[in-house]
Nanobody, 128 residues
Framework: QLQLVESGGGLVQPGGSLRLSCAASGFTLAYYAIGWFRQAPGEEREGVSCVSSSDGSTYYADSVKGRFTISRDNAQNTVYLQMNSLKPEDTAVYYC?????????????????????WGQGTQVTVSS
């Protein structure tokens, strides 16, 4: 059974940092592109970042480019999202997801339907 579990969310002041983790069980993350999405109250889910399985290429939404960094630790079967210079508008539930069908490309904005396995989400709140 494929399972993804996010952790690392919390309350942080503007300008602060958090590192989110996405741990997998039941499958090897290294074989799949892994994406991070977020959803704020009343908003649609937004694709934030993605790392490919093949060449390690990455995608970042314009809203987070230069502030967020996605990385893999294949030995730990985990993908991370380092979030720096956080802003109140980064407040959302953050989800990681696996491209189990091998269709995602990091050259285009992310599409939810391309990701077949999702975690339960972790809340990130940026507030003073």
């Amino acid at each position: 059974q494929l399972q993804l579990v996010e952790s690392g969310g919390g309350l942080v002041q503007p300008g602060g940092s958090l590192r989110l983790s996405c741990a997998a069980s039941g499958f090897t993350l290294a074989y799949y592109a892994i994406g991070w999405f977020r959803q704020a109250p009343g908003e649609e889910r937004e694709g934030v970042s993605c790392v490919s399985s093949s060449d390690g290429s990455t995608y970042y939404a314009d809203s987070v480019k230069g502030r967020f960094t996605i990385s893999r630790d294949n030995a730990q079967n985990t993908v991370y999202l380092q979030m720096n210079s956080l802003k109140p508008e980064d407040t959302a539930v953050y989800y990681c997801a696996a491209d189990i069908w091998g269709v995602v490309t990091t050259t285009l904005p992310l599409t939810q339907a391309d990701f077949g396995s999702w975690g339960q989400g972790t809340q990130v709140t940026v507030s003073s």
